[in-house]
């Protein structure tokens, strides 16, 4: 990237994803910043470019038994097992709290068979106050012995399919990294319809008490999330901008602006950050402050002249 | 609820493996309630990633360094060396910069304190009592029962002494007070006053025991637990307890960092409640669907 010469005052961070305009390319990773309220005495909700809300499920879920997180070496295991309040709920008591803002609501959903994805699609495609759908398929189809959706092409083809047909609303599909190759996944899901990806989400992980002998949480596996695992994310994104022609959200690891400038520069329209909102319940305010900084140090006055620039 | 970025005041050595931190901590004697916590960032890198929860010991106020300065409001925290971030920790000194986000979570029901009230601590656990028994309208009312596995395990009497609570000190070698379990003491003490409230903080086998005889008893119990927390702000959805009439098919999950850390007990399942420590397991994906 070549420095520019000019002094500028003001840089666009405006950008657009599926038809969403964002204020500015950060957002925060489902799961990691609940329904908004949990944060919002510590951050300005209105500063983001957008909300994800925690994965949501036609009806209420309970999760799994505790342990249900543990620390790693720069970073984290969890396996809450999507815990969440329905769909139901969440339209009554979560929904009112995010209008209040100024700023797009993606739902982040899940289902345990096909239709279970179209049914929450269908409810959602119904709010006003939903701005986009982020679908996770890093989920076991039970109709099919549990197999991950997203770890097989045309369970995801199918399931993104379905969910297409049930919404016209910005449909943003999250891959699962835990795939030989990611290519293929974000094909399907382009081809299926989605109008953007998102990645990555957890790489599965273990940890062991070795006095015990007994895994750290007791759900023996979980996900992997933290600054540890930014590399395997950029590289994960960076192979899937080049496979789809949709815009993708790079997510994993970022805790600064300089994280989050390695996936734009790999070609991430957005990123999300998730297990730093946890370190520093102000991290993406400190983010969007010093990602602005970043372009007028390097002369940039629209971010998106920043987004895609890598070059090899 | 507010995350400062602060320093340490002090930190020095009480008892052999525990430390007493005194942290600068702007606006927390008006906020912060007994049973509280905080979310403490031990230094500004990001290792280690998570924050480690620890009780609120007492709030306060120090002269400024110079006479036109306002004086300076503190927190202390005591911790036990147990890990990484507590290692860390016992290295700090004045003026490290660290973070603290907090007051954080419920705390006692203080309008349960009339009359008498029994506080029960085991080690570490002592700490969120201190607050409760500063806030005791009568104290000469309230005793409090320390336990501890040895004789370094005990921690904060005097201070407890200094404010007119009656003390009883008991560890399970017998090296300083009554040999035994404390809640051997607490069944005495509840011979005598059958009326008392109790509240608990300590190790999960000591509240479960300390659970079994207040339930015999009909007596009301506060407890304050610990799970492992990542957030503490009710996001992240990862230290959870099970609450009163908690089933498969029916679950209730409390979060520890806003419901808690404090309960009335009458609100936890206790016949099954999993522990950080006695979970079961099966295999899984990350979603923790069965296979
Ligand atoms: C509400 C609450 C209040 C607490 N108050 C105190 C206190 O006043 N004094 C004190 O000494 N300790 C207290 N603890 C326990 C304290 O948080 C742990 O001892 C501490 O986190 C250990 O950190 P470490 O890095 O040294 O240990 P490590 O074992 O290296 O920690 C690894 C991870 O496990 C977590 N962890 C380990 N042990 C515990 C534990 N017992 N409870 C919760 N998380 C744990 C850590 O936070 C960290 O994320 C409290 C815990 C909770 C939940
Ligand atoms: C505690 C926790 C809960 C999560 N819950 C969800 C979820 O409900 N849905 C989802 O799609 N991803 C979930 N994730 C994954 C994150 O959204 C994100 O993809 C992942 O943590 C990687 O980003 P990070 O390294 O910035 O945390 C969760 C992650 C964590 C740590
Ligand atoms: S620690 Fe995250 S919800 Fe309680």
Redesign the pocket.
């Known amino acids: 990237m070549k420095r520019k010469e000019k002094v500028i005052k003001n840089v666009n961070m405006q950008v657009e994803i599926a038809g969403i305009t964002l204020r500015n390319p950060i957002m925060p ?4 910043f609940g329904y908004g309220e949990e944060y919002a005495p510590y951050l300005d909700l209105n500063s983001l470019g957008a909300i ?1 809300t ?2 949501l499920s036609l009806n209420p879920k309970a999760g799994n038994n505790t342990p249900r ?1 543990c620390e790693t070496v720069g ?2 295991l ?1 396996a ?1 097992g ?1 815990q ?1 309040v329905g769909i139901e709920q969440f339209i009554y008591q979560k929904m009112p709290f995010l209008e209040q803002f100024d700023t797009p609501v993606i739902v ?1 959903f ?1 289902g345990n068979t096909q239709d279970e994805y179209g049914e929450v699609a269908a409810r959602l495609d119904e709010l006003p106050g939903v701005a986009g759908l ?1 679908m ?1 398929i ?1 989920c076991p189809n039970v109709k099919h012995g549990g197999i991950i959706f997203g770890t097989d092409p045309q369970a995801a083809f199918a399931a993104v399919a379905s969910v297409r047909k049930r919404t016209s609303k910005p449909l943003i599909v ?1 891959l699962t990294p835990n795939v030989t190759d990611i290519q293929v996944t974000a094909r399907a899901a382009e081809e299926a319809g989605a109008d953007a990806i998102s990645l ?3 790489l599965t992980g273990m940890a062991v008490d070795v006095k015990t002998r007994r895994p750290r949480l007791a759900n023996t596996i979980g ?1 992997l ?3 540890a ?2 590399p395997i ?1 950029v590289r994960l994104v960076h192979q899937v901008v080049q496979a789809v022609k949709i815009p993708v959200i790079g ?4 805790s600064r602006a300089m994280d989050a400038l390695e996936f734009l520069i790999v070609g991430a329209k957005a990123v ?5 909102n ?1 370190v520093d319940p102000n991290a993406m305010a400190t983010i969007i402050t010093e990602l602005e900084n970043f372009c007028l140090e390097e002369g940039i006055d629209d971010i998106n002249d920043l987004i895609g620039t890598l070059e090899v | 609820m507010k995350n400062h970025k602060t320093i340490v005041l002090s930190n020095q050595e009480i008892s052999p493996g525990y430390f007493r931190m005194r942290i600068l901590a702007p606006d927390y004697s008006r906020l912060a309630k007994p049973g509280q916590f905080v979310m403490f960032r031990v230094q500004r890198s990001l290792l280690p990633l998570l924050r480690r929860p620890f009780g609120i010991f007492r709030t306060g106020f120090m002269p400024a360094d110079c006479d036109t300065m306002p004086p300076k409001e503190f927190i202390e925290i005591i911790y036990k060396v147990v890990g990484s971030g507590t290692e860390i920790m016992q290295g700090l000194h004045y003026g490290d910069p660290v973070e603290l986000l907090g007051p954080l979570g419920s705390g006692f029901d203080l309008n349960l304190t009339s009359g008498d009230n029994i506080l029960v601590g085991g080690g570490i656990g002592l700490v969120p009592l201190y607050m409760l028994a500063e806030s005791i309208a009568d104290p000469s009312r309230a005793e409090v029962l320390i336990g501890g596995r040895s004789r370094d395990d005990i921690i904060t009497v005097t201070e407890f002494e200094r404010l007119g609570v009656k003390t009883f000190v008991s560890t399970e070698d017998g090296s300083i007070g009554d040999a035994g379990l404390v809640t051997k003491v607490l069944e005495q003490r509840l011979e005598q006053k059958p009326k008392a409230r109790v509240f608990a903080c300590g190790p999960m086998p000591m509240i479960r025991a300390v659970e079994k005889i207040c339930r015999s008893k009909g007596v009301a119990l506060q407890v304050s637990l610990e799970e492992l927390m ?1 957030c503490g702000v009710g996001a ?3 230290c959870v307890v099970k609450g009163e009439g908690h089933t498969t098919e029916r679950p209730s999950y409390l979060c520890t960092c806003t419901v808690g850390p404090v309960f009335n007990a009458s609100d936890l399942a206790w016949d099954n409640h999993d522990h950080a420590s006695g979970a079961v397991s099966y295999g899984g994906c990350e979603c923790g669907e069965k296979r």
């Open positions: 990773a489902s799961g990691t994800v925690k994965g997180v970073g984290m969890n809450i999507l969440n982040n899940f982020e996770n890093s999250k990555i989400n957890t996900g999330s933290g600054p695992i930014r994310a997510i994993g690891g970022i999300q950050v998730g297990t730093a946890f | 990542a992240c959805l990862g």
